[in-house]
């Protein structure tokens, strides 16, 4: 994967109708704009745009359903999103390294 | 999808009331985490960090909200929220000191990821893009204690 493609992950689930879209998917194991719209103040043609742009980045897949297109998400590429934000948890490893350091620091030059 | 809380300790060989110093004033914060921060150090009180750049320019700014601030034990603050920050919309930040010995256990809680983590981690890449870990703080660390050590 490269990063423009991690940019349209980040992009894609940076905006909360979206990530709301991704629970209902996964409570209810799938759904088509029609039925996910009943569950959002938006319209189905704006979920309907929403799931496109999940669509392209891989989050979700499409299989026809009648006049509709049933979307189900991709677990594979959700845990890779969610991974990304485990490395917020490293960062915050690499601050507290730093705090200690800082706080150290200042301890020995007071008591020097 | 619920992610929950981060939870970090780490032991620092340094009295509490140091710790809850560099933990709790944009002087010493800026030499930690963001690139400039704006905020006084008080329960109640709003200000500002900046990733990647000065506070003056609009890029990369996250508002910060002093929820706690009591010296040595306790210091939060809530970040990543638009407006007024609430329970609800902000990720909350707890640094807990504990004394051990003549050191402090420092315990960092980061909660509210649930609606705001993706948020938080977008911020967090873009950071990451001007910043490589030590190979940026190392350098500044040094003349950062030099200039401790000659001010009082």
């Known amino acids: 994967m490269t990063a423009a493609i991690d940019d349209d992950l980040w992009s894609a689930i940076g905006d909360p109708t979206r990530r709301r879209l991704l629970d209902l998917l996964l409570a209810d194991g799938g759904g088509t704009a029609t039925t996910l719209s009943d569950h959002l103040p938006v319209t189905r043609q704006a979920v309907a745009k929403h799931l496109g742009v999940l669509d392209r980045v891989g989050l979700v897949h499409a299989t026809p359903a009648g006049r509709e297109r049933r979307y189900e998400v991709d677990e594979v590429q959700l845990a890779r999103a969610v991974a990304q934000l485990a490395s917020v948890g490293a960062a915050w490893n690499a601050r507290l390294l730093r705090i200690k350091r800082i706080a150290e620091a200042i301890q020995r030059t007071r008591e020097n | ?152």
């Open chain 2, 1 to 152: 999808m619920e992610y929950g809380s981060i939870e970090r300790e780490i032991h620092i060989e340094a009295a509490p009331g140091v710790v809850y110093e560099v933990v709790s004033t944009p002087e010493h914060l800026r030499e930690w985490w963001p690139d400039d921060a704006d905020f006084t150090s008080a329960a109640g009180a709003t200000g500002v960090i900046s990733f990647g750049g000065d506070i003056s320019s609009a890029d990369n700014i996250a508002p910060i909200t002093v929820v706690e601030a009591d010296p040595p034990r306790r210091f939060s603050f809530r970040w990543v929220y638009e407006d007024v920050a609430t329970a609800t919309n902000s990720l909350l930040v707890t640094f807990d000191l504990v004394p051990v010995g003549t050191g402090t256990l420092l315990r960092m809680t980061e909660t509210g990821f649930r609606e705001k983590g993706w948020e938080a981690a977008i911020l967090e890449e873009q950071y990451r893009d001007h910043v490589s870990g030590w190979d940026y703080f190392l350098p500044r660390l040094t003349p950062y204690i030099a200039r401790l050590v000659k001010t009082p």
